[in-house]
T-cell receptor, first 112, second 114 residues
Framework: GENVEQHPSTLSVQEGDSAVIKCTYSDSASNYFPWYKQELGKGPQLIIDIRSNVGEKKDQRIAVTLNKTAKHFSLHITETQPEDSAVYFCAALPNTGNQFYFGTGTSLTVIP | DTEVTQTPKHLVMGMTNKKSLKCEQHMGHRAMYWYKQKAKKPPELMFVYSYEKLSINESVPSRFSPECPNSSLLNLHLHALQPEDSALYLC?????????????FGPGTRLTVL
């Protein structure tokens, strides 16, 4: 089955700086890669996703890049704000099923 | 509207109790999911319903019993739980239950088993 690794597990940045979270996956058949943000006491919220036919996708301060050859994808948050503080999960979905394989999560803290 | 609602928000139960968790979505999605999430861990898939039929059961103990009365509703019936079952239980839905469908999560039910 798919194995998704996520780094770092914790990340602290100063407000206004950029944050980068990286994930690697093992199954070359995976073709959908969402990123979820989970605030304390809430369910995960989709913030951006990318499919395997695209190398990069951007939505305002958030971007995701995908390297299919190396089997890794990254979340980039620019101009970080305190409200970006949360746990972020990456996930990979093989094209043969509907089961997400989640990374282990990154706890991001943005220091005002 | 991409909202999945879950009730109750919090639940405390004893090991001999029977209780139910409820999930509802009105996005016309045909796949619904139950996940269990322990603190500081990613969600773990428990069950998947696709077109109101159970399609995935990830070897979950029989003390958890899912039910999908219609395409908008998903229940999780709980009986004789153990303290280690205390966790955040998340419901999610997706359009068709196909590969690469985006899943939308509810806020979860925080379950404590005494």
């Amino acid at each position: 089955g798919e194995n998704v690794e996520q780094h770092p597990s914790t990340l602290s940045v100063q407000e206004g700086d950029s944050a980068v979270i990286k994930c690697t996956y093992s199954d070359s058949a995976s073709n959908y890669f969402p990123w979820y943000k989970q605030e304390l006491g809430k369910g995960p919220q989709l913030i951006i996703d990318i499919r395997s036919n695209v190398g990069e996708k951007k939505d305002q301060r958030i971007a995701v890049t995908l390297n299919k050859t190396a089997k890794h994808f990254s979340l980039h948050i620019t101009e970080t704000q305190p409200e970006d503080s949360a746990v972020y999960f990456c996930a990979a979905l093989p094209n043969t099923g509907n089961q997400f394989y989640f990374g282990t999560g990154t706890s991001l803290t943005v220091i005002p | 509207d991409t909202e999945v609602t879950q009730t109750p928000k919090h639940l405390v139960m004893g090991m001999t109790n029977k209780k139910s968790l409820k999930c509802e979505q009105h996005m016309g999605h045909r796949a619904m999911y139950w996940y269990k999430q322990k603190a500081k861990k990613p969600p773990e898939l428990m069950f998947v319903y696709s077109y109101e039929k159970l399609s995935i059961n990830e070897s979950v103990p029989s003390r958890f019993s899912p039910e999908c009365p219609n395409s908008s509703l998903l229940n999780l019936h709980l009986h004789a739980l153990q303290p280690e079952d205390s966790a955040l239980y998340l419901c999610a839905s997706s359009q068709e239950g196909r590969a690469a469908d985006t899943q939308y999560f509810g806020p979860g039910t925080r379950l404590t088993v005494l």
